[in-house]
């Protein structure tokens, strides 16, 4: 079955410290990969996709994410955190053609001043 | 502000009653997705609709039902309701005949479901 695996389910990290979020999903001959931001008791908001074309992929808030096919992987990463980016972050993907999203479980970002 | 709205905010019933959530998606957007997220399941799709027709079903439980009308809002009824269904449910929209941005799904503020 198609899956999405996002390998931490937390991570903290200082303020102004680098961060990488892991997501991988299963291999498929084509896909599409997303990543959603949800702030506390909010709704989540797409942070950044990959359609196709170039493999690293600029969101808002100054994050990114590059896509590895070789690895299926579609890790993000922010150079410098504030406080302001605690979040849960959630990676998806569509890999087939029911255009149907699978989601990761989820990663909470715990930024520790 | 996604351009979804789900009505109500906040919702607190008793088990065994049944609960009627309500999304109106972006305007134009055909497909609305229903999502619940709690601690202990995280978030699960639940259903999909695309213009009127049931498109792709999750992890909706027999006792949940979902419609969307010809105005494109959608109902997410929930009925003889137990204390684990207490949870976030989400609804989100997408416009799949848009070429750049077929998947991306705008999500609504949600609805809190508390069962006592």
């Known amino acids: 079955a198609q899956s999405v695996t996002q390998l931490d389910s937390q991570v903290p990290v200082f303020e102004e410290a680098p961060v990488e979020l892991r997501c991988n999903y299963s291999?498929?001959?084509?896909?599409?990969l997303f990543w959603y931001v949800q702030y506390p008791n909010q709704g989540l908001q797409l942070l950044l996709k990959?359609?196709?074309?170039s493999t690293l992929v600029k969101g808002i808030n100054g994050f990114e994410a590059e896509f590895n096919k070789s690895q299926t992987s579609f890790h993000l990463r922010k150079p410098s955190v504030h406080i302001s980016d605690t979040a849960e972050y959630f990676c998806a993907a569509v890999m087939d053609s029911n255009y149907q999203l699978i989601w990761g479980a989820g990663t909470k970002l715990i930024i520790k001043p | 502000d996604s351009g979804v709205t789900q009505t109500p905010k906040h919702l607190i019933t008793a088990t065994g009653q049944r609960v009627t959530l309500r999304c109106s998606p972006r305007?134009?957007?055909?497909?609305v997705y229903w999502y619940q997220q709690s601690l202990d399941q995280g978030l699960q799709f639940l259903i999909h609709?695309?213009?009127?027709?049931?498109?792709a079903k999750g992890n909706i439980l027999e006792r949940f039902s979902a419609q969307q009308f010809p105005d494109l809002h959608s109902e997410l009824n929930l009925s003889s309701l137990e204390l684990g269904d207490s949870a976030l449910y989400f609804c989100a929209s997408s416009d799949s005949q848009q070429a750049d941005q077929p998947y991306e799904q705008y999500f609504g503020p949600g609805t809190r479901l508390t069962v006592t």
């Open positions: 609709y695309y213009n009127g027709e049931e498109r």
């Open positions: 291999s498929s001959v084509s896909v599409y």
């Open positions: 990959y359609l196709s074309g």
């Open positions: 305007s134009g957007d055909l497909s």
